[in-house]
Protein backbone atom coordinates (compact mmCIF):
# COMPACT_ATOMS: atom_id res chain seq x y z
CA UNK A 1 0.00 0.00 0.00
CA UNK A 2 2.81 2.41 0.45
CA UNK A 3 4.72 1.72 -2.49
CA UNK A 4 1.48 2.55 -4.27
CA UNK A 5 0.98 5.87 -2.20
CA UNK A 6 4.79 6.44 -3.23
CA UNK A 7 4.35 5.96 -6.87
CA UNK A 8 1.09 7.47 -7.62
CA UNK A 9 1.60 10.56 -4.95
CA UNK A 10 2.50 12.96 -7.75
CA UNK A 11 -1.19 12.40 -8.90
CA UNK A 12 -2.67 11.62 -5.87
CA UNK A 13 -2.06 15.11 -4.08
CA UNK A 14 -3.11 17.44 -7.25
CA UNK A 15 -6.00 15.43 -7.69
CA UNK A 16 -7.13 15.38 -3.84
CA UNK A 17 -6.86 19.24 -4.00
CA UNK A 18 -8.56 19.47 -7.26
CA UNK A 19 -11.78 17.33 -5.27
CA UNK A 20 -11.33 19.78 -2.44
CA UNK A 21 -12.33 22.83 -4.50
CA UNK A 22 -14.65 21.51 -7.01
CA UNK A 23 -16.41 20.42 -3.22
CA UNK A 24 -15.74 24.23 -1.72
CA UNK A 25 -16.92 25.34 -5.29
CA UNK A 26 -20.30 23.75 -5.19
CA UNK A 27 -20.79 24.33 -1.67
CA UNK A 28 -20.49 28.27 -1.58
CA UNK A 29 -22.79 28.06 -4.83
CA UNK A 30 -25.77 26.28 -2.92
CA UNK A 31 -25.50 28.17 -0.27
CA UNK A 32 -25.42 31.53 -2.37
CA UNK A 33 -28.69 30.21 -4.39
CA UNK A 34 -30.27 29.19 -0.28
CA UNK A 35 -29.20 32.61 0.57
CA UNK A 36 -30.65 34.66 -2.71
CA UNK A 37 -34.19 32.33 -2.75
CA UNK A 38 -34.45 33.42 1.01
CA UNK A 39 -33.97 37.19 0.29
CA UNK A 40 -36.34 36.84 -2.60
CA UNK A 41 -38.76 35.81 -0.18
CA UNK A 42 -38.66 37.64 1.95
CA UNK A 43 -38.03 41.16 0.22
CA UNK A 44 -41.80 39.42 -1.63
CA UNK A 45 -43.15 39.13 1.87
CA UNK A 46 -42.72 42.83 3.23
CA UNK A 47 -44.09 43.75 -0.43
CA UNK A 48 -46.82 41.67 -0.05
CA UNK A 49 -47.06 42.69 3.72
CA UNK A 50 -46.99 46.46 2.50
CA UNK A 51 -49.76 45.85 0.17
CA UNK A 52 -52.08 45.00 2.42
CA UNK A 53 -51.69 47.29 4.75
CA UNK A 54 -52.06 49.91 2.00
CA UNK A 55 -54.77 48.34 1.39
CA UNK A 56 -56.47 48.38 4.81
CA UNK A 57 -55.54 51.44 5.25
CA UNK A 58 -57.35 52.72 2.23
CA UNK A 59 -60.75 51.16 3.51
CA UNK A 60 -59.63 52.72 7.15
CA UNK A 61 -59.56 56.11 5.47
CA UNK A 62 -62.99 55.62 3.30
CA UNK A 63 -64.59 54.53 6.26
CA UNK A 64 -63.58 57.44 8.03
CA UNK A 65 -64.42 60.27 5.39
CA UNK A 66 -68.31 58.97 4.60
CA UNK A 67 -69.26 58.28 8.46
CA UNK A 68 -73.22 57.96 8.95
CA UNK A 69 -74.68 61.22 9.20
CA UNK A 70 -76.01 60.53 12.56
CA UNK A 71 -72.72 59.25 14.14
CA UNK A 72 -70.92 61.71 16.21
CA UNK A 73 -67.34 61.80 15.19
CA UNK A 74 -65.81 60.56 18.26
CA UNK A 75 -67.86 57.35 17.85
CA UNK A 76 -66.95 56.61 14.18
CA UNK A 77 -64.88 52.69 15.02
CA UNK A 78 -61.34 52.61 13.44
CA UNK A 79 -60.82 49.41 11.76
CA UNK A 80 -57.68 47.89 12.39
CA UNK A 81 -55.08 47.00 9.73
CA UNK A 82 -55.78 42.74 10.05
CA UNK A 83 -52.39 40.67 11.35
CA UNK A 84 -50.83 38.33 8.60
CA UNK A 85 -48.83 35.75 9.78
CA UNK A 86 -46.99 33.07 7.83
CA UNK A 87 -47.19 30.35 10.43
CA UNK A 88 -48.28 27.62 10.82
CA UNK A 89 -47.61 26.76 6.95
CA UNK A 90 -50.05 24.89 4.98
CA UNK A 91 -48.51 21.01 6.05
CA UNK A 92 -48.45 22.05 9.74
CA UNK A 93 -52.50 23.06 9.43
CA UNK A 94 -53.38 19.75 8.35
CA UNK A 95 -50.85 18.52 10.55
CA UNK A 96 -52.84 20.02 13.52
CA UNK A 97 -55.71 18.75 12.92
CA UNK A 98 -54.39 14.80 12.44
CA UNK A 99 -52.94 14.93 15.63
CA UNK A 100 -56.40 16.09 17.30
CA UNK A 101 -58.93 13.28 17.92
CA UNK A 102 -62.73 13.71 17.14
CA UNK A 103 -63.72 15.61 19.72
CA UNK A 104 -61.08 18.00 19.35
CA UNK A 105 -61.30 18.53 15.95
CA UNK A 106 -63.81 21.12 15.72
CA UNK A 107 -62.34 23.38 18.61
CA UNK A 108 -58.87 23.12 16.65
CA UNK A 109 -60.82 24.13 12.54
CA UNK A 110 -62.17 27.22 14.61
CA UNK A 111 -58.61 28.29 16.41
CA UNK A 112 -56.82 27.87 12.71
CA UNK A 113 -60.06 29.63 10.72
CA UNK A 114 -59.59 32.78 13.00
CA UNK A 115 -55.84 33.06 11.96
CA UNK A 116 -55.21 35.47 9.07
CA UNK A 117 -52.32 33.64 6.94
CA UNK A 118 -50.07 34.82 4.20
CA UNK A 119 -48.45 31.81 2.09
CA UNK A 120 -46.32 31.79 -0.52
CA UNK A 121 -47.52 29.23 -3.17
CA UNK A 122 -47.03 27.84 -6.66
CA UNK A 123 -50.17 27.78 -9.20
CA UNK A 124 -51.32 24.86 -10.44
CA UNK A 125 -54.64 25.21 -12.24
CA UNK A 126 -57.44 27.38 -12.92
CA UNK A 127 -60.55 24.38 -11.80
CA UNK A 128 -63.26 26.62 -13.02
CA UNK A 129 -63.96 30.44 -14.00
CA UNK A 130 -66.99 32.71 -15.18
CA UNK A 131 -66.85 36.21 -15.72
CA UNK A 132 -65.88 37.68 -12.32
CA UNK A 133 -64.03 34.65 -10.31
CA UNK A 134 -61.71 32.31 -11.16
CA UNK A 135 -61.33 29.23 -8.94
CA UNK A 136 -57.67 28.25 -7.84
CA UNK A 137 -55.47 25.00 -7.23
CA UNK A 138 -52.27 26.02 -5.72
CA UNK A 139 -49.52 23.28 -4.21
CA UNK A 140 -47.74 24.30 -0.80
CA UNK A 141 -44.97 22.57 -2.19
CA UNK A 142 -42.61 23.52 -5.31
CA UNK A 143 -42.09 20.04 -6.55
CA UNK A 144 -46.20 19.93 -6.63
CA UNK A 145 -46.67 17.15 -3.83
CA UNK A 146 -47.56 19.96 -1.23
CA UNK A 147 -50.79 20.37 0.36
CA UNK A 148 -53.08 21.76 -2.15
CA UNK A 149 -55.09 25.07 -1.41
CA UNK A 150 -58.04 26.09 -3.33
CA UNK A 151 -59.37 29.89 -3.42
CA UNK A 152 -61.54 31.70 -5.30
CA UNK A 153 -59.87 35.10 -7.04
CA UNK A 154 -61.66 38.13 -7.99
CA UNK A 155 -60.56 38.42 -12.16
CA UNK A 156 -61.71 42.19 -11.91
CA UNK A 157 -58.49 42.62 -8.41
CA UNK A 158 -56.93 40.20 -9.93
CA UNK A 159 -57.00 39.55 -13.97
CA UNK A 160 -53.54 38.48 -14.20
CA UNK A 161 -53.98 35.22 -12.21
CA UNK A 162 -55.11 34.03 -15.94
CA UNK A 163 -51.77 34.01 -17.29
CA UNK A 164 -50.21 32.13 -14.42
CA UNK A 165 -48.11 29.02 -15.21
CA UNK A 166 -47.69 25.44 -13.76
CA UNK A 167 -45.36 26.29 -10.82
CA UNK A 168 -45.36 30.15 -10.91
CA UNK A 169 -44.94 31.48 -7.01
CA UNK A 170 -48.21 33.67 -5.53
CA UNK A 171 -48.44 35.28 -2.41
CA UNK A 172 -52.19 34.89 -0.93
CA UNK A 173 -53.34 36.44 2.33
CA UNK A 174 -56.42 35.75 3.85
CA UNK A 175 -58.38 33.20 6.37
CA UNK A 176 -59.08 29.56 6.26
CA UNK A 177 -62.41 28.26 5.02
CA UNK A 178 -61.66 24.64 5.12
CA UNK A 179 -59.42 21.69 5.64
CA UNK A 180 -59.55 18.23 4.54
CA UNK A 181 -56.64 15.97 5.95
CA UNK A 182 -57.05 13.28 3.26
CA UNK A 183 -54.00 12.70 0.96
CA UNK A 184 -51.64 14.86 1.21
CA UNK A 185 -54.19 17.25 2.33
CA UNK A 186 -56.34 20.53 0.91
CA UNK A 187 -56.76 23.74 2.42
CA UNK A 188 -59.30 26.28 1.18
CA UNK A 189 -58.46 29.75 1.56
CA UNK A 190 -60.87 33.05 1.48
CA UNK A 191 -58.15 35.30 -0.51
CA UNK A 192 -58.32 38.86 0.35
CA UNK A 193 -55.19 39.58 -1.41
CA UNK A 194 -53.09 38.44 -3.83
CA UNK A 195 -49.21 39.38 -4.77
CA UNK A 196 -46.97 38.22 -7.94
CA UNK A 197 -43.47 37.20 -7.79
CA UNK A 198 -41.41 39.67 -9.61
CA UNK A 199 -40.99 36.94 -12.84
CA UNK A 200 -45.11 36.55 -13.15
CA UNK A 201 -46.01 36.49 -16.52
CA UNK A 202 -48.74 39.23 -15.77
CA UNK A 203 -45.65 41.59 -14.54
CA UNK A 204 -44.75 41.80 -18.82
CA UNK A 205 -48.85 42.71 -19.72
CA UNK A 206 -48.66 46.10 -18.53
Known amino acids: MLNWLTTH ?10 SILIFMFF ?19 VKVAADIAERAAQKTQKTAD ?3 ADLPPEMIPEKEI ?13 GRIEGTDS ?9 LK ?3 IVWPLYFFSIMKRDQETARVMLDASENGFGVIVVTDISLKK ?30 GLVTDYLGFADNHPSHNEN
Not at 9 to 18: Q, Y
Not at 103 to 111: C, F, I, L, N, S
Open 66 to 68: SPP
Open 9 to 18: KRWLIPTGLA
Open 103 to 111: YGRKAEEDK
Open 82 to 94: PLYVRQPSPSEVT
Open 27 to 45: SVTLHLQHRRQQVQEEAMA
Open 114 to 116: ALQ
Open 158 to 187: YPGILSSRPGDRIWLAGRISAIDTQATGQI
